[in-house]
């Protein structure tokens, strides 16, 4: 199966793409079947709408078989918080009778969607040939213009409303591999897209590791480290507060690289592969520079390192290359690596961001009927692009310090085994 691309959306219709191939194109190399991608998006999001309506009312349903009473409900976003507090308003709504009405509702605006969809191609169809290589003939011949071995491709009598020149051409990822709500293309995206990487590039740029912005954080006279350490000396036991500082590090340590992968999940990609690569590429180069690189050679941030490169006038200033890779930093690396084998490991079976999702999603629950669709929410995707760069950062860290302080080698091999076992746990 072929993918077409910039397929003009006026035209972009079943019988006029297998009317154009069957005239440009032998017999041999006429398609089977033709499939047009539609605007899905808004149906998507109203179809989830409607079945999280459906299983509230299968809940009412069966707590009225059960208790022998109709549940009531506040109808406000927040409505299971209000009704656990007497500050909140009256729960005086019938929730089956306000779940039945927002079936409905919502059934209606589905069929008007289902309805409208023809109406709305996004240019994209998904020709499906009888083997392999009549796709890859086809493919070839609209390639070739690309390589400057043919001027275009075959053409047809609907040349000028097809426009065929202009299509992309690929094979076709597997359905289930695909964002249908993101395959539309827009400009919106592509603004988009430039805005959060340049965001994301800046706050990496000026705070690239935790240690600078926990001395960023203690410039602040309200937070200042000196006062609250005192302040907190009086009250809580030597144990607990100094193991604070080391909780803070390890806190932004591990959401750093979250904001990174969060800033690649709202770009939209049409295709979860692709989504996981760059996710991975982004977050592996952020840790390897945050970990590795700039702690190796006395660095908090990329900007001093490039204000060193810059000022070589200065000999102050530059870089101390001799001081690179010192024996004395195995220790802290092996400290790391055995740290991220139990600690990180062990919350990573624990899923705290399922977690807090799931508290986080609760309170905007409406009445009990809604828990149901809450606990659905919050299944998640295997993050593979994360886990992959955590993986590969470790076996970096390993890889540069396993000849200067061999030591390390069996705690990364301890690492490994201890996150292959959390992540067929978390997999399966």
């Given at each position: 199966t072929l993918m077409f691309d910039l397929i003009p959306e006026k035209f972009c219709?079943?019988?006029?793409?297998i009317r154009h191939f069957q005239e440009a194109y032998e017999e041999s190399l006429h398609p089977e079947d033709v499939q047009i991608a539609y605007f899905v998006s808004k149906l998507i999001a109203l179809t989830a709408k409607l079945e999280k309506a459906r299983r509230a009312v299968n809940y009412c349903e069966s707590y009225i078989s059960k208790k022998g009473q109709r549940l009531l409900m506040n109808d406000n976003c927040c409505g299971i918080v209000f009704g656990c507090c007497s500050c909140g308003a009256v729960n005086d709504i019938d929730a089956l009778?306000?779940?039945?009405?927002?079936?409905?509702?919502?059934?209606?605006?589905v069929e008007k969607e289902q309805t409208n969809?023809?109406?709305?191609?996004?240019?994209?169809?998904?020709?499906?040939?009888?083997?392999?290589?009549?796709a890859e003939t086809v493919k070839k011949d609209f390639q070739g213009r690309l390589c400057c071995l043919s001027a275009s491709p075959q053409q047809s009598s609907l040349q000028k409303d097809l426009k065929p020149e202009t299509w992309e051409?690929?094979?076709?990822?597997?359905?289930?591999?695909?964002?249908?709500?993101?395959?539309?293309?827009?400009?919106?995206?592509?603004?988009?897209?430039?805005?959060?990487n340049t965001i994301l590039f800046i706050v990496l740029f000026f705070c690239t590791s935790p240690a600078y912005l926990i001395n960023l954080l203690e410039t602040l006279p309200f937070l200042n480290a000196e006062s609250i350490r005192d302040e907190m000396n009086e009250g809580l036991p030597s144990y607990?507060?100094?193991?604070?500082p080391t909780l803070l590090l390890w806190t932004l340590s591990a959401l750093l690289p979250v904001i990174v992968a969060y800033s690649d999940w709202w770009l939209g990609h049409w295709r979860r592969s692709l989504e996981n690569l760059w996710i991975m590429r982004k977050v592996f180069g952020y840790l390897l520079f945050m970990v590795l690189i700039l702690p190796s050679i006395g660095l908090t941030t990329v900007r001093g390192l490039v204000e060193s490169a810059l000022k070589s006038e200065n000999s102050t200033a530059e870089i101390n290359w001799e001081c690179i890779f010192l024996p004395d930093n195995g220790a802290f690396f092996i400290n790391y690596v055995t740290t991220s084998a139990l600690v990180g490991t062990g919350l990573e079976i624990i899923r705290f961001p399922e977690l807090f999702m799931y508290s986080f999603r609760l309170a905007f629950a409406r009445s009990q009927a809604e828990i149901s669709s809450v606990r659905k929410e919050i299944l998640y995707e295997f993050p593979f692009g994360i886990n992959y760069a955590w993986i590969l950062l470790i076996f970096a860290l390993t890889v540069s310090y396993s000849v200067i302080c061999p030591l390390i080698t069996p705690f990364g091999l301890f690492y490994m085994i201890m996150k292959h076992g959390t992540d067929r746990y978390n997999i399966y």
């Open positions: 219709t079943k019988d006029l793409i009778d306000f779940y039945q009405q927002r079936v409905n509702d919502l059934r209606t605006e969809l023809h109406k709305k191609p996004i240019g994209v169809a998904f020709v499906t040939f009888s083997n392999l290589q009549s051409v690929r094979f076709a990822p597997p359905p289930e591999d695909i964002y249908w709500e993101n395959l539309n293309k827009s400009n919106f995206r592509i603004i988009k897209v430039w805005v959060i607990i507060t100094d193991f604070l």
